[in-house]
């Protein structure tokens, strides 16, 4: 289903699906971004990692349950969705509350955190020189960057999951379909 060139999975397994690896990088920003810039014993902290976090575990949890349930596994990628919208709206507040700006999509800055997402060798290790010696604002909206990358690979995703599911089936239907064309001989 999924080739060499595909936007949604390197390879296979969940290690391999892109918006896995992205998503892995924007928890740990987040945890860097948080141990560096958000109180750590406020709410704030917990929230935004948790959702970090969570976007991170449901598309590994959703790639583990593809075998098994195309229903189960398109829930929890569309949870993971969530979380990273979460996340995003964290970063935005965090901006507008403390009056820093926000980079336009366009903006050279955002443009260049775009050009380092287009690295197949990308990990935290890719960003990492910037999330740890800029400040506050620099961090926010690298990361900022970061989730719109990882929610731009979970709409892909989203896309050819329901795709697939409406061509067909979920693994219970085909199930179902096997053993009906079984019993026909």
């Not at 969530?82 to 800055?109: G, I, V």
Request: one cysteine or more; a positive charge.
């Amino acid at each position: 289903m999924h080739g060499k060139n595909d936007p949604i999975r390197a390879h296979g397994g969940y290690r391999e699906l892109k918006s896995f690896q992205m998503s892995e990088i924007v928890f740990d920003a987040t945890v860097k971004f948080c141990e560096r810039f958000v109180d750590r014993f406020s709410r704030t902290t917990d929230q935004m990692v948790q959702a970090a976090r969570s976007g991170r575990q449901n598309i590994a949890e959703g790639s583990q349950a593809s075998g098994t349930s195309s229903k189960m596994e398109l829930k929890l990628v569309s949870v993971a969705r969530a979380s990273q919208e979460e996340l995003l709206l964290d970063y935005e507040d965090f901006l507008r509350q403390r009056e820093l700006k926000l980079w336009t999509k366009d903006s050279k800055e955002a443009l260049y955190v775009r050009k380092l997402g287009q690295r197949d060798d990308r990990s935290y290790s890719t960003y990492k020189s910037y999330l740890e010696t800029r400040g506050a604002e620099t961090c926010a909206n690298i990361i900022i960057c970061l989730i719109h990358q990882t929610n731009y690979l979970l709409d892909q995703q989203l896309k050819a999951l329901e795709t697939g599911f409406l061509e067909e089936g979920g693994f219970t239907e085909r199930l179902y379909h096997s053993r009906k064309k079984n019993r026909q001989g």
